[in-house]
């Protein structure tokens, strides 16, 4: 996980590198004394590798430097400043997309074929379908300039988390339910199911205890990466409503050329997508006994 | 047969079909018999023949759609099986009907223990509470031969052989005592000695308990050992119904008759290839006019292609469905 986590950044980097142009090439040429002088604190005149070394010793203990543009604050006092506000909608979004996406998706199998399958399911290849920057304006112009419901935008108590949550998650919740419901149908015929009914158990007790758990496992794998997506996928919805998260800042260092932000938070958002997929590859263990490591 | 109030269930011109895209399969088409307390009554068949939509008819498991049960009557006890209520079927089942299914290895739940999975029944239908149900189960796993019981219950079936789950499959479904046992397949998926094992082990538990057993199987074999009675169906209907010992000494039915050479015998001279019916199990989306079997029967004539067969009775309780079925039961 760690070495990922190394490569990732050392791809970043090289990344930046690679792309023409540096946060000192600005419209206006600078004094060449004072570029100069810049890149000699920067070290920008030593040899990539060099460069290379520098940077990675920093990288692997913890310290991604200073940012370039807002002078004189760390790249991690930036990321922890700015994530409180993406960690709340993704998590908001996640739990949305959880309840809705299990639910419609359990509810869907259960009365498979019916117009209470092709409703909710049709809902969700219709919300799958919506890229968010298409939904997001239809939602403030729905429930903010029509209904007068919700703010249209930025930070403010809990009635202005609503529409960037649901505008989140949506894609989510119908990905969700659409897993749901084919894991659950699959179970739904297995043989032990059979043998659940041929016991007398009630359909609720054969649904929750027999058939839920085989059934979410496809869901489980998916939630892990899209956790961590919807923590670090909130581009466009901060952008949107406008938000002070970690989504946008992320966009404002790469069109500064702000390297060591980038790098601080890339390197960031791939540990949280590894952790999650390792949280996800130990939760299935629990699930699934079969695959219970000795 | 027997008068009524010795009969456990009662299968009247059962009809069960599914919805399909070739039409509708008539997969049970008019079959019925009657189970006595206490007895065995072997179903057998080729695959496809409708034995195991019969049981699941009985226990109302059929998914509907697209299966549904189109007619006829079951009474189990009693009880119009088929009119009861949902409510009521699931109080009866598990609880005075149990069933062992084919595969012990697709049939108990993998995401739950095996203590779970047994005590959930006796809760349900005993109303025991945890400690009741647990010290049952333990009970009933030492009762079908697993010795280590106690360190079982808190196993996951992934844990055990095949045999062994059989074992857990036979206590779940006899944890309540049920009157009637239906087992499906009980010994398809198990090698030959785990087979001879289980067999004599519900044969035993039968006794002891005194169920009443349908055994459903396509092996020849198990039926002369274990049963009082047999149905021989084919394409949904019932062809035959003899006493045991009957049936093997003297058919009544070609079908029937094929099915017994084509048991491979120890004594048979190598190099002579061994009997098969001809041909294949019918489509029973496309079943031909007359008698179903016709296409296949070395005995057909043009009657039996044209005009659907009468039901005889040869002997008291054995009958038989062809045109020739006296012939056949002389020329035995």
């Known amino acids: ?294 | 047969m027997n008068e009524n109030g010795h009969n456990i269930l009662s299968v009247d011109g059962l009809r069960t079909q599914f919805a399909t895209e070739d039409g509708v399969v008539k997969a049970v088409d008019g079959v019925s018999f009657e189970l006595r307390k206490g007895e065995t009554l072997g179903i057998v068949g080729e695959s496809g023949s409708g034995k195991s939509v019969t049981s699941l008819s009985i226990m109302r498991l059929i998914q509907e759609p697209p299966g549904k049960i189109a007619g006829g009557k079951i009474t189990f006890d009693g009880t119009d099986l088929l009119s009861l209520p949902m409510n009521d079927v699931r109080k009866l089942r598990g609880k005075r009907i149990a069933m062992i299914f084919q595969d012990p290895m697709t049939s108990l739940n993998p995401f739950l223990k095996i203590s779970t999975q047994l005590t959930e029944v006796t809760r349900l239908h005993l109303g025991h509470n945890a400690q009741q149900a647990r010290d049952h189960a333990i009970k009933m796993l030492k009762l079908v031969g697993i010795s280590d019981a106690e360190e079982r219950m808190d196993g996951y079936p992934h844990e055990l052989s095949g045999g062994m789950r059989q074992r857990v499959m036979i206590a779940m479904a006899l944890s309540c005592d049920p009157e009637l046992l239906i087992a499906d397949e009980p010994t398809t998926a198990l090698d030959v000695t785990i087979q001879a094992q289980i067999l004599e082990l519900i044969k035993e538990l039968k006794d002891r308990m005194g169920t009443s057993v349908i055994l459903i199987t396509h092996d020849l074999g198990v039926v002369a050992g274990m049963t009082d009675r047999v149905i021989v169906m084919y394409a949904g209907k019932v062809f035959e119904i003899a006493p045991t010992a009957e049936l093997f000494k003297r058919p009544a039915n070609p079908y029937t008759r094929g099915l017994l050479r084509s048991v491979p015998d120890p004594e048979h001279e190598r190099g002579v290839p061994l009997y098969q019916i001809p041909g294949q199990p019918p489509d029973v989306a496309n079943l031909p006019p007359g008698c179903s079997f016709a296409p296949r029967c070395e005995r057909a004539e043009d009657i039996c292609r044209s005009e659907f067969p009468p039901f005889v009775e040869i002997d008291p309780g054995h009958h038989s469905l062809c045109h020739f079925a006296q012939e056949v039961f002389k020329e035995a």
């Open chain 1, 1 to 294: 996980m760690i070495p990922m986590a190394l490569l990732v950044v050392s791809l970043t980097w090289g990344l930046i590198r690679i792309a023409p142009g540096n946060f000192y090439s600005t419209e206006r040429k600078l004094p060449a004394a004072v570029e100069a002088t810049i890149r000699a604190k920067y070290g920008l005149d030593d040899p990539w590798y060099k460069q290379y070394a520098t940077m990675m010793s920093n990288v692997v203990r913890g310290d991604f430097g200073d940012s370039l543009k807002y002078q004189g604050q760390t790249v991690n006092e930036i990321i922890w400043r700015h994530l409180p506000y993406s960690a709340t909608i993704g998590i908001l979004a996640y739990l949305f997309a959880l309840i809705v996406g299990l639910g419609a998706g359990t509810y869907a199998a259960l009365k498979q074929n019916s117009i209470l399958d092709f409703g909710p399911m049709s809902l969700a290849m219709f919300g799958l379908s919506i890229p968010n920057f298409v939904l997001a304006p239809v939602l403030v112009m729905i429930f903010a300039f029509w209904l007068y419901a919700l703010p249209p935008a930025r930070w403010g108590g809990f009635s202005s988390l609503i529409l960037p949550v649901i505008t989140l998650g949506a894609i989510y919740a119908a990905y969700i339910a659409r897993l749901t419901r084919a894991g659950m149908l699959e179970v739904l015929r297995s043989d032990f199911i059979r043998t659940a009914r041929a016991k007398g158990l009630n359909d609720r007790t054969v649904l929750l205890r027999h058939a839920f758990r085989g059934g979410i496992l496809p869901v489980i794998s998916f939630t892990g990466p899209a956790l961590a997506a919807l923590l670090a996928g909130t581009v466009v919805v901060e952008k949107v409503y406008a938000l002070p998260g970690l989504g946008d800042i992320f966009i404002k260092a790469v069109l500064n050329r702000d390297e060591p932000l980038v790098l601080g938070i890339v390197a960031f958002l791939s540990i949280l997508i590894m952790a999650f997929n390792l949280i996800v590859d130990i939760s299935y263990g629990f699930l699934d006994p079969r695959i219970r490591y000795e």
